[in-house]
Each structure stands twice: as C-alpha cells, then as structure tokens.
C-alpha cells in the first residue's frame, strides 16, 4: 500500500487519521539571546513542577516530518500522483504561508536518568551536543539548503552554531510518553529557560533507552520500549516535528527517539559501518527533522509539497534515508562540521530540482572597471553574476555617486550623477541564498565648464578676468565667457582659468596644487563645503550687486551659500 500524507503524518492504506491544524496569526517574540552557555556536558535540571503544570493546560498540535523506519516501502509508490515535468517526491516544494525560522537556536534536552548513568547514552549525548553545536557555523554548508526558503520577512541565515543549551532532566519519562506529554515538556523547558524567540526555538527532546511511546495518530516508535522489531509496521516512525501554541506565538518540538532501540531501522550504521557508526541514525534523523523545523515550523504551513502522498512533502521528507522509502537513489553521506563528522541524508532543494547535501552553488561574479562620469550624463552600466543553476540574486552598493543606485533585483547601475563632483570608492555586494561576494572600484566624477549660479542668478567669475595668483572670485552677471567658465574635477578642484579656487578669509585664484584649501564638495542643498575646515563659499552681501566679492563662512544653508553645478 502507498504512503499516504496527512497533515504532516506517514499513514498506510485506506484507514486514515483526520488531523485539523488550527493556525492563529502570532506576533513573532523580539529575539533572544543565548539564555544559557553550552557545557561539554548537558546541565541537569529538574522541570517536573513546571511539566505538571503545563500539563494540565497543553495545547496538542499536529505532527509532521515523520521519518518513516527504513526498509519499510511498498512497490505502489512508483505510481504515484505526479506533477507535470515531475514525478512524486521529486517535484519542487512550495510556499504555504506562514513563517520559517530566520535565526534557529536549538534547545536538546535529554529526559531520564540513564542520560546519567549508561555509558553508551553518553555517547549519544556527547555526539548530539557535538552535532547541533556545529550546524550553523561557517563550515556547515548543509543547512544552507534551507536558506533558498524564506517568508515576507526574510530568510533562514546563519553564521554562529545553532545549539544555545543541552540539559537533562533526570526524571523518568512517563509511561507511555505521547505527543501531549512531549508537548507539556517542552513548554516546561521554554518556561524554566526563558526562551523568547520561541519561533525561531527548536526544542529537542531526546528520551532515554526503553522509553514507551503513543501511540499518536495510530503511529509508535520503531524501537518502542527499547525492543527492536522483526519487521517495523509501516506506521512506525523514527522522529517527528510537532508545533503548539505557547504564549501569542508557536514552539517547534521535535521527538528524537533513542534511535538504537530501533537498531539499523532508525540508522545504526546508515552510512558507517561497524563502531563508527553506531551513532549514524541520531544525526540523519535529527538533522531531518531540524531542516523542517525551520522552513515549516509551524506545522502545514512553511514549504512543502501538498501533493506528494508520496514521501511526506517536506524538504528531508523527500529524501529520507537517501530516497530508499521510495526507490530513489539520493545522496546520503558524512558531513564534516567544525566539531566533528555526523552522517546525514541530503534535501530537498528548489534551485537543483533534486535532492543536495550542500546548499552551495557555483558563484562567478565579473568585477566592474573603475568608473568615470559626467554630472548631468545618464549612467546605466550592468553587474554581471550568476550561480548554477540560476538562483535569484541580490544586489547591494554603498559609496555609489549621488544620483545612482543599484537594482537590487537585476544588478544595473544606473541614474545621473546630480550633485558633487569627487572620487567615490563604491563597494557591490551580490548575494544568493547560501553566500556572498563583493569587490570595490574607483567611481570619478567630474563636470564640463559652465556657469555657477548664485543668490540673485550671478555667476561665479575670476574678478580680474586673467590669470593672475591671488586674483578674487566675485559674482557678475552672467555672460558665459572664460573667466566664467568653471570645471569641477573629480579631485574636487573648482578650477577657473587653469587656476584653482583656493579658499581662506576670501576665495582667490592660486595655481593648483590638490592641497585641503583647494578641494570642495558640493552638498545636496548646494553648498560648496571646503575639506580645509568644512566652511562655505559665500556670498556675504547677499545682494545682486556685481563685483561682491566671495567669502568663506560657516555653513548655515542660507541662499547666499547657495549655488548651481557648472552649467
């Protein structure tokens, strides 16, 4: 009989389980920091008191991200609905409202004394802590699969690890530890801890060896009460995400098993043999359900794929155990993180249209040339970058030229520089979902002679009209010949009959010599500002009287320190 997907569940054959997943709107929480600093070895805690009270008013919400025993499949699953072009589970997912996780922050808890006391158990515990630890930080390139699904706000991202405590709570777990007993834990654990960013918080509750599960929406743990089976009913599970209401916003909770109580069915030596990989099945299965808990943390909403009866429709449900459930070959292997290696199954992936174990892609981004431009002149010039395949990218630039900006969409430049001269060094960034790349260039601007204008339409103008060191700059009315003429270099010089501008008490004509007293930027309100000392070039008499001649004052942004581009 085919896999069946309801709700978030692995059913088998015609008997299903109706699940209704209630959704609220939910003001997401500020996020938090780190509440309690990871040790290299769990902290132990008591939150039975808090368990009891959150049990007594647990809201139970649906499960999904079920990962089915392996070896358990039936040959139906090669007629399953497909989409056009595709063939179920390998069609794309896609977005269903809702949220995902943009800063993942992992909270592992270990439930029963034997965390405490079986040296094996210490094992796991010691690889699980290692294993979250090390998801999230710079080497870890899986988790950057995810990173392709965002919502309105934004996107998954990551940098530093994921993991923000492990803890053991060293009382036995109930007998048998269903979804509402797991769900009262972990609201204990988000009360006794103080997690604020509860939409971005991954609670992980790992229960001790021999621990009886459910059943739940008909479903059991493989190795349900430490007792590996013969052969797993199709209904059995591994691992599973859940979501509940807790405050005004959700908590994610996974069940994570003691996979060895299900031997090779839970992923003993899925990808190594003997001793090396006694622990395989803890990370495949708990790095599956933590990819899900953050592109669909709230359960039924996120990404996924409604049509896929096939595998579950998630972005790990698609390729459980490297796609054996469903007669795929998928990859599937060890991953090598900053605190160790961990074998894990691969994801779904939109870009790739199949299943990856790394979020990367092939990035070549073609660096501009310096620049030259012309105020007044329309600009348009193209970035070039592209991954493959073609992943959408954005574009971002700081230090542009006044009057440019960058499409952040398509990467072109474009504009007209509007109001200073100057050399800008402008930095471009482009970015795809699982990295980034800058370069910088040298953008000049500078502008053809012309007239500037002032207060009372005059034109600045060499006063005696020849070159001459020393020689005033006043204002006269406009004629347009050469001692009107003024260019202004992209080295920020106003030149005027191949003299500089120099500033002082007064403004003078003196030979250039790219000193502080000779180099000006215009601001958007028109004031010519002096690098010397951040005076403006002024016209003190604020009259139309030709021959006033220019002073240099404190910039009030008064018409009088107003003046026009070389025009």
Not at 273 to 284: K, L, R
Request: some cysteine; charged content about 15%; hydrophobic content about 35%.
């Amino acid at each position: 009989m085919p896999w069946v997907r309801i709700g978030g569940l692995f059913a088998v054959g015609a008997a299903t389980v109706a699940i209704a997943a209630t959704i609220v709107t939910a003001t997401p929480p500020a996020p938090a920091g780190a509440t309690t600093a990871t040790a290299s070895r769990p902290r132990v805690v008591s939150l039975h008191a808090g368990y009891e009270r959150a049990l007594a008013h647990v809201t139970v919400g649906p499960i999904a991200g079920v990962v089915p025993p392996r070896g358990v499949r039936d040959a139906a699953v090669a007629t399953a609905l497909s989409k056009p072009g595709c063939t179920e589970p390998d069609c794309d997912v896609s977005y269903q409202e809702g949220v995902v996780q943009h800063k993942p922050r992992v909270y592992v808890l270990f439930w029963g004394p034997k965390w405490l006391s079986d040296s094996t158990a210490e094992g796991v515990a010691s690889y699980l802590t290692s294993f979250y630890k090390g998801l999230g930080q710079p080497q870890d390139t899986w988790s950057l699969t995810t990173a392709q699904y965002g919502d309105p706000s934004g996107r998954p991202s990551f940098g530093t690890s994921v993991l923000r405590g492990t803890y053991v709570d060293s009382t036995p777990p109930p007998d048998p530890l269903t979804l509402a007993k797991l769900t009262a834990e972990a609201t204990a654990v988000a009360k006794h801890f103080k997690i604020a960013d509860t939409l971005d918080a991954q609670v992980v509750i790992a229960a001790q060896s021999g621990t009886c599960f459910g059943p739940d929406f008909g479903q059991q743990f493989t190795g349900n009460c430490g007792k590996v089976p013969a052969s797993p009913p199709a209904s059995d599970y591994c691992g599973w995400h859940s979501s509940f209401p807790l405050g005004n916003s959700y908590l994610t909770l996974v069940n994570l098993p003691y996979q060895l109580d299900a031997g090779t069915f839970c992923g003993e030596n899925f990808v190594n043999a003997g001793p090396a990989g006694i622990y395989d099945g803890f990370s495949a299965v708990g790095g599956h359900e933590y990819a899900e808990s953050i592109t669909d943390p709230i359960v039924n909403t996120g990404w996924l794929d409604p049509r896929d009866t096939v595998s579950g429709g998630e972005i790990a449900d698609k390729c459980a155990w490297g796609g054996g459930p469903f007669g795929l070959t998928d990859p599937a292997g060890d991953i090598r993180l900053s605190t160790g290696t961990f074998a894990m199954q691969s994801l779904w992936s939109n870009v790739v249209h199949r299943c990856v174990m790394t979020g990367t892609l092939p990035f070549t981004v073609t660096a501009l040339a310096d620049q030259a431009s012309v105020i007044g002149k329309a600009v348009s010039i193209a970035v070039r970058a592209a991954t493959t395949p073609a992943a959408p990218l954005r574009y971002t630039a700081s230090g542009l030229p006044d009057g440019l900006s960058i499409s952040k969409k398509t990467g072109t430049i474009s504009g007209t520089p509007d109001v200073t001269a100057g050399t800008f060094t402008t930095t471009v960034t482009v970015a795809y979902y699982a990295g980034s790349t800058a370069f910088s260039l040298t953008w000049q601007v500078s502008s053809p002679p012309g007239q500037v204008t002032g207060y009372g339409a005059k034109c600045v103008a060499d006063s005696g009209g020849v070159v001459k060191n020393g020689s005033p700059v006043d204002i006269t009315a406009c004629t347009g010949k050469a001692p009107q003429q003024v260019t202004f270099a992209a080295d920020g010089e106003l030149r005027l009959l191949g003299q500089c501008v120099t500033g002082g008490k007064t403004a003078i004509t003196e030979p250039c010599a790219d000193t502080a007293n000779q180099v000006w930027t215009r601001l958007r309100d028109g004031e010519y500002v002096l690098k010397l000392n951040g005076t403006c070039l002024t016209d003190p008499a604020s009259s139309k009287k030709d021959g006033t001649r220019l002073t240099l004052a404190a910039c009030a942004d008064t018409a009088n320190q107003h003046w026009s581009l070389p025009s």
